[in-house]
């Protein structure tokens, strides 16, 4: 019994040179420079931020652990209350003001003129440490909602 014998066309198929595929990245990890022009830069240099400088202040990472803890204190005198939702509710709350302090809220609430504008576009997590990643105080920002989701299981 002999096999069936199929025959291919051979197609080509020519890309116009204008057109460019989708460029592959080295790695997933894309990381960005913060900053601005030469004046923002300058302006940002002028004078301290002590809307980002109180992170790096003796007792500020103290404080974090103090408000949790007092939160579930407070949250614990409500009438009924499960150890189990009130670590929740500490784990939500303490989520929900960190990220709304940290990454939501943009620009300097307070003596903004001092800088000219020049933080109006940064959140507090881009102006801690002039928006240098992995440093002491970044690393414990991150790793305090962490550690209080493996304290509330």
Known sequence: ????????????VQVPADIKGRRRSGS?????????CTE??????????INANWVNAKGAWLIHVVLVFMGKIIIDTIPGMTQQISWTLVNLIYLNLSYLMFHWVTGIPFDNELHGGAYDDLTLWEQIDDGAQYTPSKKW???APILLFVLCL
């Open 28 to 36: 997933i990890v894309k990381v960005e420079e913060v900053g601005g």
């Open 1 to 12: 019994m002999s096999r069936p014998s199929t025959k291919l066309l051979h197609l080509t």
């Open 40 to 49: 923002e830069l300058l302006d940002r240099s002028a004078y301290l931020n």
């Open 141 to 143: 920002l991150f790793t």
